[in-house]
């Protein structure tokens, strides 16, 4: 006899959006170049996510779908504005202390900077599979579920993505010349 499905309970959300909050809230935050119109798309994301109330997913499906949901209602506010902006990872930090000492700190800082302003120099479709694949760890298949985008198109453009910022970072000086 096969096991009945488990209902999803209130400890399941409350589990899903202490793993996927935040991500998400940046994802949609960089989306909308606003935290508190993303902290309404989260919310909403978690909302619907509620209301679907899944039995038979597992844990890589319920991330890419809230990408996904989130995604979808992030750029659906970008239309109706005909607006979309970066927002860097850095602003988002925060004020919360690092324990680190202020000459890392600032040093981290630039750095992250840098890459910033590298990545806010690519076209928007690679900085976003960029942002998926190496801030959030999604694999090219997740990517490309979330982005409506085929998986070669997703390896092409993370591959020109990273050659472009590679060329840049040589070009500036910060990394050696192959």
Request: charged fraction near 25%; aromatic fraction near 6%; charge should be positive.
């Amino acid at each position: 006899m096969k096991d009945s499905p488990k209902p999803v309970g209130v400890e399941w959300l409350r589990s899903a959006m202490d793993r996927h909050e935040g991500p998400l809230l940046r994802y949609a935050a960089r989306i909308l170049g606003d935290l508190d119109r993303g902290r309404d798309v989260v919310q909403e994301s978690f909302m619907r996510l509620w209301a679907k109330r899944p039995t038979d997913w597992d844990e890589q499906h319920v991330a890419q779908w809230l990408f996904t949901v989130c995604r979808n209602l992030a750029l659906d506010i970008c239309r109706k504005e005909r607006r979309m902006s970066l927002l860097g990872e850095h602003q988002l930090a925060g004020a919360a202390g690092t324990g680190e000492s202020p000459a890392a700190a600032a040093a981290k800082h630039e750095q992250v900077g840098q890459v910033e302003a590298a990545l806010g120099r690519l076209p928007t479709n690679q900085q976003e599979v960029l942002r998926l694949k190496f801030q959030n760890g999604f694999s090219y298949k997740q990517i490309a579920g979330i982005t409506g985008l085929s998986v070669s198109n997703v390896g092409f453009l993370i591959h020109t993505g990273i050659h472009t910022l590679r060329e840049r970072f040589r070009a500036d000086g910060l990394i050696a010349r192959a």
